[in-house]
């Protein structure tokens, strides 16, 4: 390779790096601003019932997609959708229950019962 590629290559490493960097300090300072803030800011009462409400919705946007991505033609098979359906059972057992490591445990636990079976 000639040197003005070399250059490039070293140019394009150090973007990605300083990239990454400053990406980096600007979330931590973000989250830091929020922190610092938190004793002094008062938010309001509207905003924080609606704050209750953002950790259920960012975990179903993080699971449900998955529990509803199915791998099979034929509807409700054990291999293809044995997380929809370790999904519901363990949705079952924590509407039942209210217990997260039963929750947990349980899907986990139908889970590879049924990917076991499935053969998968």
């Given at each position: 390779m000639n040197r003005r590629g070399d250059e490039r290559a070293l140019l394009d490493t150090q973007t990605v790096w300083l990239t990454i960097l400053g990406m980096g300090v600007i979330t931590y300072l973000l989250?830091?601003?929020?922190?610092?803030?938190s004793g002094r800011l008062r938010i309001p009462p509207l905003v924080q019932r609606g704050?209750?409400?953002?950790p259920p919705a960012v975990f179903s946007a993080l699971v449900v997609p998955d529990l509803l991505q199915s791998s099979s033609l034929v509807p409700l098979s054990l291999g293809g959708d044995a997380r929809l359906i370790a999904g519901v059972i363990a949705l079952l057992v924590a509407w039942r229950s209210k217990n997260v490591v039963?929750?947990?445990?349980?899907?986990?636990?139908?889970?590879?019962?049924?990917q076991t079976l499935a053969g998968v």
């Amino acid at each position: 390779m000639n040197r003005r590629g070399d250059e490039r290559a070293l140019l394009d490493t150090q973007t990605v790096w300083l990239t990454i960097l400053g990406m980096g300090v600007i979330t931590y300072l973000l989250r830091l601003s929020f922190i610092g803030l938190s004793g002094r800011l008062r938010i309001p009462p509207l905003v924080q019932r609606g704050l209750v409400f953002v950790p259920p919705a960012v975990f179903s946007a993080l699971v449900v997609p998955d529990l509803l991505q199915s791998s099979s033609l034929v509807p409700l098979s054990l291999g293809g959708d044995a997380r929809l359906i370790a999904g519901v059972i363990a949705l079952l057992v924590a509407w039942r229950s209210k217990n997260v490591v039963l929750t947990i445990g349980t899907g986990l636990v139908v889970l590879f019962v049924l990917q076991t079976l499935a053969g998968v």
